[in-house]
């Protein structure tokens, strides 16, 4: 069955005791039992619940993968797949990710003597450059944030296998429409689920994918541990936004290609980075392992700090906003803002610079979205 079957179809059945089409929110804590000598599959609600079974299942599908398990958020689903490495081991990851995870690398897991090196996101010779002894496994996040650089998800799956190392991949920006990296030789695959998978700006969530039973087992176990789990009310959000995930992927993506080269062509614009120009430095790289290029984009300004400041300020349908992925743009400066907790110096080692302008495309029109960056980037 194609993607779009599988998202409205399999994982959700209709409820086997009402013939309700939708899953049902399950909204309890516990189950009942028949008897003290059986466990029924669903008892308590922090290890098991219906709602969260169907969303864990077909978040799996569309990913290919065999097993998924969701997270109260993209952090805590990060860090949920983190615990395959143990103290001693070493983590490389891209050097262009998400604040939140770079901060669990420095923060969470350095302390508990885990190092991570970070690698030039888009050189995979500079990550077997980072590799030591004690690798245990490779982060990427791809295309990055906010640079939308491309890591070679194959050829760097092959060099881990080669060498006994793990492959995890943040797949959040591109979502598993235009992505799948298991299907590239990835070991586990995580998203915030907050962003397109649920896709209304409404909920935050997060989700692990793996075909690997013993992977699966370790990150289901601490799941139940440490119980970061998404309420059934919020599986059940992000289950609905699921089955829109292809056509709402489809124009994000044109959207965002139709204001990308708009903006290639403005003159206060020094450049944009967006995959699916064929002026990105990895277009070529994109197009093979990827099936479209996302709703991202992200583009720098002649006149620094100062023309963002008067460009957020000037900009009237896109929401001057954190996050991405929702039905509505918005515009966002990654050195004010998503990066902004990070040291000048490391913005600047991540080449995060202060003109840079951050857009979660969304689902409005194209031409009205192309007359608001106009009429904002007006002399
Ligand atoms: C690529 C990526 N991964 C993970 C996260 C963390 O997700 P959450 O905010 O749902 O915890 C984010 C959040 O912005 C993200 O952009």
Same mark, same amino acid.
């Given at each position: 069955?194609?993607?779009?079957?599988?998202?409205?179809?399999?994982?959700?059945?209709?409820?086997?005791?009402?013939?309700?089409?939708?899953?049902?929110?399950?909204?309890?804590?516990?189950?009942?039992?028949?008897?003290?000598?059986?466990?029924?599959?669903?008892?308590?609600?922090?290890?098991?619940?219906?709602?969260?079974?169907?969303?864990?299942?077909?978040?799996?599908?569309?990913?290919?993968?065999?097993?998924?398990?969701?997270?109260?958020?993209?952090?805590?689903?990060?860090?949920?797949?983190?615990?395959?490495?143990?103290?001693?081991?070493?983590?490389?990851?891209?050097?262009?990710?998400?604040?939140?995870?770079?901060?669990?690398?420095?923060?969470?897991?350095?302390?508990?003597?885990?190092?991570?090196?970070?690698?030039?996101?888009?050189?995979?010779?500079?990550?077997?450059?980072?590799?030591?002894?004690?690798?245990?496994?490779?982060?990427?996040?791809?295309?990055?944030?906010?640079?939308?650089?491309?890591?070679?998800?194959?050829?760097?799956?092959?060099?881990?296998?080669?060498?006994?190392?793990?492959?995890?991949?943040?797949?959040?920006?591109?979502?598993?429409?235009?992505?799948?990296?298991?299907? /590239?030789? +990835?070991? #586990?695959?995580?998203?915030?689920?907050?962003?397109? @998978? $649920? !896709?209304?700006?409404?909920? %935050?969530?997060?989700?692990?994918?793996?075909?690997?039973?013993?992977?699966?087992?370790?990150?289901?176990?601490?799941?139940?541990?440490?119980?970061?789990?998404?309420?059934?009310?919020?599986?059940?959000?992000?289950?609905?936004?699921?089955?829109?995930?292809?056509?709402?992927?489809?124009?994000?993506?044109?959207?965002?290609?139709?204001?990308?080269?708009?903006?290639?062509?403005?003159?206060?614009?020094?450049?944009?980075?967006?995959?699916?120009?064929?002026?990105?430095?990895?277009?070529?790289?994109?197009?093979?392992?990827?099936?479209?290029?996302?709703?991202?984009?992200?583009?720098?300004?002649?006149?620094?700090?100062?023309?963002?400041?008067? /460009?957020? +300020?000037? #900009?009237?349908?896109?929401?001057?906003?954190?996050? @991405? $992925? !929702?039905?509505?743009?918005? %515009?966002?400066?990654?050195?004010?803002?998503?990066?902004?907790?990070?040291?000048?110096?490391?913005?600047?080692?991540?080449?995060?610079?202060?003109?840079?302008?951050?857009?979660?495309?969304?689902?409005?029109?194209?031409?009205?979205?192309?007359?608001?960056?106009?009429?904002?980037?007006?002399?």
């Amino acid at each position: 069955m194609q993607f779009e079957t599988l998202a409205i179809h399999d994982g959700q059945a209709p409820d086997p005791h009402s013939g309700s089409v939708t899953v049902p929110v399950y909204q309890t804590s516990t189950f009942e039992r028949d008897d003290l000598d059986h466990r029924p599959e669903f008892f308590y609600s922090r290890i098991g619940n219906p709602t969260r079974k169907a969303l864990e299942s077909t978040i799996a599908l569309l990913e290919n993968g065999l097993y998924g398990l969701a997270f109260a958020s993209g952090v805590a689903a990060t860090l949920a797949a983190l615990q395959v490495v143990k103290p001693g081991d070493h983590i490389v990851a891209s050097n262009d990710i998400y604040g939140g995870s770079y901060r669990i690398f420095e923060q969470l897991l350095r302390p508990l003597a885990i190092a991570t090196s970070y690698a030039a996101t888009e050189d995979t010779g500079s990550y077997e450059a980072c590799l030591t002894p004690e690798t245990k496994l490779i982060w990427l996040e791809t295309p990055s944030n906010p640079l939308l650089q491309i890591s070679d998800i194959r050829t760097l799956a092959r060099i881990a296998k080669e060498r006994g190392i793990l492959l995890a991949v943040d797949n959040t920006f591109l979502s598993s429409y235009f992505q799948r990296p298991l299907e /590239l030789g +990835a070991d #586990i695959v995580v998203h915030s689920t907050t962003k397109y @998978l $649920g !896709g209304h700006s409404d909920v %935050i969530g997060g989700a692990v994918v793996t075909s690997d039973p013993a992977l699966h087992t370790t990150i289901k176990n601490y799941q139940a541990a440490a119980g970061a789990i998404p309420a059934p009310w919020d599986c059940w959000l992000i289950l609905r936004g699921l089955k829109t995930l292809k056509i709402r992927m489809k124009e994000h993506e044109a959207n965002a290609l139709h204001l990308a080269s708009f903006l290639e062509k403005h003159p206060a614009v020094e450049r944009v980075l967006y995959p699916g120009l064929p002026s990105h430095p990895q277009h070529e790289l994109a197009k093979q392992q990827m099936s479209g290029f996302g709703g991202m984009v992200t583009f720098a300004l002649k006149g620094g700090l100062p023309a963002v400041e008067r /460009l957020v +300020a000037r #900009i009237k349908l896109f929401v001057l906003a954190d996050s @991405l $992925g !929702g039905v509505e743009s918005l %515009i966002a400066s990654p050195a004010k803002m998503t990066l902004g907790a990070l040291s000048k110096e490391e913005r600047a080692r991540r080449k995060c610079t202060d003109n840079l302008v951050r857009l979660s495309v969304g689902l409005e029109n194209a031409a009205d979205l192309e007359t608001d960056l106009l009429n904002a980037l007006a002399e």
